[in-house]
């Protein structure tokens, strides 16, 4: 019982840590990612029937896939890092000449702030 009232109050302070703006996007995300889990059997089923392949085959094609994307995620990540870093710098400088500030006030990263 002692143990429930002590997790009980930690999750209190972690909730009142946060401002309510992060709970919503974490709720958001949790419901995002639980849809999409639940396409994956729906998705399995239809691309069976419609490449009239049996089940094991169609999930190797998605498995392979999943496996691409999240390799493909990480060399995009690396690159995105390396370039969008120096572009992001530029972007702001570009968009002042052109007379565009406000829009590209959002892009622009101010030492000690």
């Known amino acids: ?3 429930g009232a002590r997790v009980r109050r930690r999750l209190s302070e972690l ?3 946060y401002p309510r703006q992060y ?3 974490v709720a958001g995300m949790v419901l995002s990612n639980a849809g999409g889990s ?3 059997p729906f998705l399995l089923i239809f691309a069976s029937a419609r490449l009239e392949l049996p089940l094991a085959a169609v999930g190797s094609l998605i498995t392979i896939q999943s ?3 999240m390799l ?3 060399v995009a990540g690396t690159l995105a890092f390396c370039t969008v870093g120096t572009w992001m710098f530029i972007a ?3 968009f002042d000449s052109s007379g565009l500030r406000d829009a590209a006030r959002p892009l622009t990263v ?3 702030s």
């Open 72 to 74: 493909s995620s990480f």
């Open 38 to 40: 639940l396409v994956w």
């Open 15 to 17: 909730g009142r840590a």
């Open 23 to 25: 709970w919503l996007m």
């Open 1 to 3: 019982m002692r143990e």
């Open 92 to 94: 702001p400088r570009t």
């Open 67 to 69: 496996v691409a994307g």
């Open 110 to 112: 101010r030492a000690g």
